[in-house]
């Protein structure tokens, strides 16, 4: 088998019919700009999205106000029913902390494109067979093809960061008649056509406000009062250009093109949101002239320079300069021969159907690790918003969880591929984010709870959300945890470590991690014996079983609070000594502090059913395949528990993941893989990869649920269900650590570990531009389970450990050299 038919089985996402649904329909996005693309024939269905397109305005409070002094009250009133064994209190009071919901991530406008015949009608859908549909993910272009009457149709869609405007091309063997419409699930906005002076070209334009507060059970979507007649929301501008071969005619609410053989669309969009910290401006005039001049500039490229071929150009570079960073290649045999299963040539839904029940597909697991990759250089790009829970691809007003940020867990899996797959850029709109999360969560640790630093809770926004979220009567498990900050900067640690860019340590990643460090000391309590611990504690989103019979969430000093604090307090104190003679007097107080409060931690312990114990004290678990598994922190994301330095706890953390069960929602599935892999269980971990790659029940609802397992949906999106895209992420950061761990990285030493947990179904293979700590880049192949070759090199001179499972070797780097390392080389393993 050729190498280009290997790479099409590994990037290429294909089928034999259009998407019926959104969830097989094929994303699309420039990090700021993203579309659906169903691939129709008799009409096609683009759904589009701007990433700053959310409800509401910065600061803007949807719940209860607190007068000063009321928070530190009621957080010492909380403690007290705690000691006492009063947990329905200590619930009660924790309520009144509860001010409102951070706001919902926007539709902006659908465009449709339909066929007619001679009358007008629509064409009805061509043979089967003639059909193909396409998401070539090294190149990012969405396409699909047909045959109707033996007319040949080609479409292909891309959305350009290079130029900032989503494309739409298609040609056909001989001219046909098509109506292209844009419109808007918003009640408030407003649509218009228009034609222009030369032949064959037309536009349209749409301005669509976002709504004041999201769309809520019970309201009318139709509703106007929710959209705001002065502006203070984000309002969004859509300009569309279309140039054709035909003739083009404004026909009523939309555009009529005839007799065309080629038919380009281009189309951008412009808001007046700024970012977290500033209004809206509104100068939407301004807004519209850019827009127009940007859209006018490429319409000249394509009349005058032979097409939208310079355009595509332009994005597959700017694309693949990201993409190609990393290969990966799966196979089962050591040989050259081709796959049984020809899966290049199989539709990616039934290469879905025939793994999932047992036919060998190595290569599904590689397409599953790139399509992560490709979504994350979709939807997060320098100068975006941060990827939220849909990633940048949402069609509801009312989506679910409100697509915001959740940070107990999924923002930050968003971004776990981040630096091991090579795409630190990508990672920048988070660590750019954080800093205006750091000004409201500085307001909020000190009118709140009267301490010092920055914190965070469970769910965030566009706008930097950083209170406890609730209505005042709703469950603490989701709404009362203020170690978001802590948890979040684990991203701000690993960014340095992978990169060691200083000016990011001393300008912005130190400055965070400081600061939400500043709050994680103030807010330990002594405990009776001396120890230090946090209360009131929570482990996300998961309840126990009190001594009333009825389940809790509430406690003290749980396993996921005291892991997150070893971890973050760890990171600074590396961070810190890093930054050597520049340390303040102030920084090297923060470090007396915080070696004093490490000393004083309890680590994690085992329970007596041998499981790692998720609260301070043995307690019956209400939900024992919960899908969260925040007491494992410490194992993955962080770096304190693994088999080589913590046998007992890495044997107990695997009991606790065995007891937890098969099955789980998608997301939670990915991270149970990173577990695994961390924890070396290469079979476990290949296990919930193919449970993973599973797909979702045709009944399964669209609503969130946790009683259908997870899976994918059949254009690989993570199924909760339903949708969201940190499962897909976080399986790519599975993947990577399935192949290459370097947690045992230290200041001096980067530790990579080669194949340290990998699957027997992944036989041989290669990959290429994995990162490890440190700033090393590593490839490595393997034939028949043992590694061939691998090479390292390192952005400054280092020294590096290289492991694999039969050897290592010690390499002293030089900056920008490729070293390499073969078995025949190594020193006999200790």
Not at 250 to 273: E, I
Not at 322 to 334: C, E, K, M, P, Y
């Amino acid at each position: 088998m050729s190498g280009d038919h290997d790479r099409a089985a590994d990037t290429e996402l294909r089928y034999d019919a259009p998407a019926r649904r959104w969830t097989e329909a094929l994303p699309v996005g420039n990090g700021r700009l993203g579309a659906m693309v169903f691939g129709g024939t008799a009409t096609e269905r683009l759904q589009i999205n701007d990433d700053t397109c959310w409800s509401g305005a910065p600061h803007q409070r949807t719940g209860r106000e607190l007068a000063s002094g009321d928070g530190p009250a009621l957080l010492a009133e909380a403690r007290s029913h705690l000691a006492a064994g009063q947990v329905r209190d200590a619930e009660r009071t924790l309520s009144q902390l509860q001010f409102g919901n951070t706001q919902a991530y926007q539709p902006l406008v659908d465009v449709r494109l339909t066929q007619l015949d001679p009358t007008g009608h629509p064409l009805p859908e061509p043979d089967q067979g003639s059909y193909g549909r396409c998401l070539d993910l090294a190149h990012a272009l969405a396409s699909h093809h047909f045959t109707r009457d033996v007319v040949r149709h080609h479409q292909e869609v891309w959305a350009s960061a290079a130029d900032q405007v989503l494309v739409l091309h298609r040609v056909a063997s001989a001219p046909h008649t098509t109506r292209v419409a844009l419109d808007s699930p918003h009640v408030a906005a407003s649509v218009r056509f228009h034609g222009h002076d030369l032949p064959g070209i037309a536009g349209a334009d749409a301005h669509v406000p976002m709504p004041s507060r999201p769309l809520q059970g019970g309201d009318d979507p139709g509703d106007p009062r929710r959209y705001p007649e002065q502006g203070g929301t984000v309002t969004a501008l859509v300009g569309a250009r279309l140039l054709t071969d035909g003739t083009v005619t404004v026909d009523g609410d939309g555009l009529l093109v005839r007799d065309a053989t080629d038919l380009v669309l281009l189309l951008a969009t412009a808001t007046d949101y700024v970012d977290p910290s500033t209004s809206p401006h509104g100068d939407l005039d301004t807004l519209r002239s850019d827009l127009d001049a940007r859209l006018d500039a490429h319409l000249r490229r394509v009349r005058d320079d032979g097409g939208p071929a310079a355009l595509r150009d332009a994005h597959s570079r700017d694309h693949r300069r990201l993409f190609d960073r990393v290969r990966l290649r799966l196979a089962s045999s050591g040989g050259d021969e081709e796959p049984t299963t020809h899966s290049a040539d199989i539709p990616t839904d039934e290469r879905l159907r025939r793994h999932a029940a047992g036919e060998p597909d190595p290569g599904l697991a590689a397409l599953a690790f790139h399509f992560g990759r490709y979504l994350l250089i979709a939807s997060s790009r320098p100068g975006s918003l941060p990827s939220n829970l849909q990633g940048i691809w949402n069609d509801h007003l009312a989506p679910p969880w409100r697509a915001n940020y959740t940070t107990n867990i999924n923002l930050e899996m968003n971004y776990w591929p981040a630096e091991v797959t090579n795409l630190a850029e990508c990672h920048q709109p988070l660590l750019d984010w954080l800093e205006h999360l750091r000004r409201r969560g500085t307001g909020v640790a000190g009118h709140v709870y009267g301490l010092p630093g920055w914190t965070a809770h469970h769910n965030s926004d566009a706008w930097a959300f950083a209170d406890a979220v609730g209505e005042g009567a709703d469950d603490p498990a989701w709404s009362f945890w203020p170690l978001g900050a802590a948890w979040l900067c684990l991203q701000v640690w690993d960014h340095y470590d992978f990169t060691r860019d200083r000016e990011f340590l001393t300008t912005a990643g130190w400055p965070l991690v400081r600061s939400a460090t500043e709050f994680v000391l103030a807010w330990l309590v002594e405990n009776p014996d001396g120890t230090l611990g946090t209360a009131p504690a929570t482990s996300p989103e998961n309840r126990y079983l009190a001594g009333d019979g009825e389940s809790a969430a509430v406690a003290t000093s749980t396993t996921s609070d005291l892991g997150l604090i070893h971890n973050i307090l760890t990171a600074g104190l590396r961070m810190a000594t890093a930054l050597g003679d520049e340390a303040t007097a102030e920084d090297q107080d923060w470090i007396r502090r915080a070696r004093a409060a490490l000393r004083r931690l309890p680590g994690e312990r085992v329970g007596p059913d041998g499981r790692l114990a998720e609260w301070s004290t043995d307690v019956t678990d209400a939900e024992p395949g919960h899908r969260h598994t925040s007491h494992l922190v410490g194992v993955f994301p962080g770096t304190r528990i693994d088999p080589e330095r913590t046998p007992t706890l890495a044997a107990a953390a695997l009991r606790t993941l065995d007891g937890r069960g098969p099955d789980s929602t998608g997301w939670a599935l990915a991270w149970r893989i990173a577990l695994r892999a961390r924890l070396r269980d290469a079979a476990g971990a290949a296990d919930l990869l193919r449970r993973y790659l599973t797909p979702l029940r045709e009944d399964a609802p669209d609503t969130p649920t946790t009683s259908v397992p997870g899976g994918v949906y059949p254009n690989l999106f993570c199924a909760h269900p339903p949708f969201q895209i940190d499962g897909n992420l976080g399986v790519t950061a599975g993947v990577a650590e399935l192949l290459l761990q370097s947690h045992l990285t230290s200041e001096e030493l980067t530790v990579v570990d080669l194949l340290p947990a990998l699957p027997a179904a992944w036989g041989s293979g290669e990959f290429t531009g994995l990162r490890a700590r440190g700033a090393v880049t590593v490839e490595a192949s393997w034939r028949d389970g043992r590694l061939v070759r691998a090479a390292v090199v390192c952005d400054a001179d280092r020294r590096v450990l290289v492991r694999w499972p039969e050897g290592q070797v010690v390499i002293d780097l030089v900056a920008g050299r490729s070293t390499e390392v073969t078995p025949a080389e190594d020193v006999p393993a200790p």
